[in-house]
């Protein structure tokens, strides 16, 4: 199993920018994500990548201010969030995403994102 441990929340005015971190050991994976889930919203497949980065993934309404990436040699993804939004306003998991950057296997114990003037 793989384990995950997220870090980089926190608050920000809207038009701030944040970078999650997430460090991963234990088993070995390919593709990694992060999705969200606000109060009384459904769980959002949010960013994925492949392990060699080379193919990302995004939710259309992150499309040009978030950008995924990894380290592979420091086991770390990272999502680099720019241009926050209140409605990106959530508790942000790394997780290991099943065949498709929607549905999720493994994940960390999230960190909070809270977009807010």
């Known amino acids: 199993q793989v384990q995950l441990v997220e870090s980089g929340g926190g608050l920000v005015q809207p038009g701030g920018s944040l970078r999650l971190s997430c460090a991963a050991s234990?088993?070995?994976?390919?593709?990694i994500g992060w999705f969200r889930q606000a109060p009384g919203r459904g769980r959002e497949g949010v960013s994925c990548i492949t392990k060699s980065g080379s193919r990302t993934y995004y939710v259309e309404s992150v499309k040009g201010r978030f950008t995924i990436s990894r380290d592979n040699s420091k086991n770390t993804v990272y999502l680099q969030m720019n241009r926050l939004k209140p409605e990106d306003t959530g508790v942000y998991y790394c997780a290991i995403p099943i065949k498709i950057c929607d549905i999720f296997g493994s994940r960390g114990q999230g960190t909070q994102v809270i977009v807010s003037s």
């Open positions: 234990g088993q070995d994976y390919s593709q």
